[in-house]
Structure formats: structure tokens, C-alpha cells
């Protein structure tokens, strides 16, 4: 069974300070790893995903994520937080090997920066 | 359109009652997913159609619960005799079906049940 865990609920950080939001998978196989953003009263809106490739992937707003196989995790990073970046984040995965194609996401992870 | 679109944006109904929400995916996109998000809680998948494959109906919570896809465009999620625990906002995706393609989603109905 896939599974994906966020060990942290919420996360703090100061406007200008790097961020990390953790995450880490469990599935059978290769992954396919995505984060996605939800600002309040909206959809999810996709960040970033690794498929293969260069373990350090770039998304969008400036947001990336290192892919380790060996520790099963895909953290979720930015060099330089802004007062925007506050909202709530979930990690997402599935078997690159399988015939399922629905994702297993985390808990979620809320992210609050202050200015 | 540009995104996925879902109808209504939020829905009451009483116990009991059955309710229909509906999805229009990204154009092109042959895949389609149902997710529900319960308060506080991450996402639940329930249910993907793929093309004319049979659905991967193996998320669905109970029988209450069903979907269709109409000429593999627009989605209906009907839940019937609707109780207090399907309260939750439920989520439409679509994707290219492609390999590692990413899913889009719409912006959510919430639904409350009384």
C-alpha cells in the first residue's frame, strides 16, 4: 500500500528566512512525487513533481524539492520565504510501475511565514 | 476553459437527500479523478475514469456513492441518501493520462449535509 507522511502539521519561519516543509513516501517501485498548494477557499494548485531525472527539482514561485531515494523523502524548499508563501501544502505520490494512477497524499502542512 | 471547472461551488442539503456535483475537466485531458477533503484532513482518492476503461471504482466509501462520464468529458458525482459524515469538500482532476503527468484540479464543491 502507498502511503505518504508530512510529520510536521504546521511550520513557522520568517519572511527572508530559507524554509523546509518535509515529507516523506512510501510506495511500491519507482515514484512519481508532486507538492501542491491550497490557499483557503481554493483548489490545489501544483508546485513541482519529480518523474526522473535530477534529484533537485525547480517549480513554480521559486519553490524546490530534493528527491532521496534512499531516505524515501521529497522535502519541499524555498532559499527565501515571503509573507505569501503562507498556506497549507500536501505531498503527494504514486508507483511510477503500477497501474494505479490516483495519488496518496499527506496530511498536509501548514505553512504560516511572518513578516 | 482554461481549468477544470466544478458545479456548484457549495452545496447544503438536508439528511437523507441525494445531490449530483458535476466536473468539467481540462479539454484533451482523458483522465479524470475524485477526491474528497474532509475538515482537517488530507485528500481521499475515490474515484479515476481513464478513456472507455472500466473506472477504478476502489476508493468509493459505500455503495451511496457513485460517478459517471459522459462522452469522456464532464463527470457527475451523485451521493445518495447523503448522511453528516460526507460533509467535506470534494475535488475533480483531470490529467493528460501520460506517464508521470500531473493532475489538475478544479476548485472544489462544498458540501454540507444537515
Known amino acids: 500500500a502507498q502511503s505518504v507522511a508530512q510529520p510536521e502539521d504546521q511550520v513557522n519561519v520568517a519572511e527572508g528566512n530559507p524554509l523546509t516543509v518535509k515529507c516523506t513516501y512510501s510506495v511500491s517501485g519507482n515514484p512519481y512525487l508532486f507538492w501542491y498548494v491550497q490557499y483557503p477557499n481554493r483548489g490545489l494548485q501544483f508546485l513541482l513533481k519529480y518523474i526522473t531525472g535530477d534529484n533537485l527539482v525547480k517549480g513554480s514561485y521559486g519553490f524546490e524539492a530534493e528527491f532521496n531515494k534512499s531516505q524515501t523523502s521529497f522535502h519541499l524548499k524555498k532559499p527565501s520565504a515571503l509573507v505569501s508563501d503562507s498556506a497549507l501544502y500536501f505531498c503527494?505520490?504514486?508507483?511510477?510501475?503500477?497501474?494505479?494512477?490516483?495519488?496518496?497524499f499527506g496530511s498536509g502542512t501548514r505553512l504560516q511565514v511572518q513578516p | 476553459g482554461a481549468g477544470v471547472s466544478q458545479s456548484p461551488s457549495n452545496k447544503v442539503t438536508e439528511k437523507g437527500k441525494d445531490v449530483e456535483l458535476r466536473c468539467d475537466p481540462i479539454s484533451g485531458h482523458t483522465a479524470l479523478y475524485w477526491y474528497r477533503q474532509s475538515l482537517g484532513q488530507g485528500l481521499e482518492f475515490l474515484i479515476y475514469f481513464q478513456g472507455n476503461s472500466a473506472p477504478d471504482k476502489s476508493g468509493l466509501p459505500s455503495d451511496r456513492f457513485s460517478a459517471e462520464r459522459t462522452g469522456g468529458s464532464v463527470s457527475t458525482l451523485t451521493i445518495q441518501r447523503t448522511q453528516q459524515e460526507d460533509s467535506a469538500v470534494y475535488l475533480c482532476?483531470?490529467?493528460?493520462?501520460?506517464?508521470?503527468?500531473?493532475?489538475?484540479f478544479g476548485p472544489g464543491t462544498r458540501l454540507t449535509v444537515l
Open positions: 503527494a505520490a504514486r508507483g511510477a510501475d503500477t497501474g494505479r494512477r490516483a495519488l496518496t
Open positions: 482532476a483531470s490529467s493528460l493520462a501520460l506517464g508521470g503527468d500531473t493532475q489538475y
